[in-house]
């Protein structure tokens, strides 16, 4: 009885970091890529996009990351979850940059 009173306060403690390791992300080489917008965090400027090949992908917009729709240039509350894109990612580290990101639909 003692030892469960002591591992619920340590589980109850631990089960964020469980939580977030199963949403696990890939990292791809350098290149261009299609897929479909899993997740828009606008407050960080970030998507997760699923390609069609089953990877995930973690894209953080930077202030030179090119978004585009139909040839034009739009603002990030254009992306939505569910829409189709092809981007274009430099791989440094173990952390992929967008350098162009295309609305596809």
Excluded: W
């Amino acid at each position: 009885m003692k030892i469960t009173k002591m591992l619920l306060p340590a589980l109850v403690a631990a089960a964020p970091f469980f939580y977030s390791c199963q949403e696990s992300t890939d990292v791809v080489e350098s290149g261009t890529y299609q897929g479909t917008i899993q997740e828009v965090e606008p407050e960080k400027d970030e998507i997760y996009v699923k390609t069609d090949d089953g990877k995930v992908l973690e894209l953080y917009f930077t202030e030179s990351t090119t978004l585009t729709h139909n040839g034009e240039t739009v603002p990030f509350d254009h992306l939505k979850e569910g829409g189709k894109v092809e981007v274009q990612v430099e791989k440094t580290g173990q952390r992929l940059d967008p350098v162009a990101v295309k609305i596809l639909e």
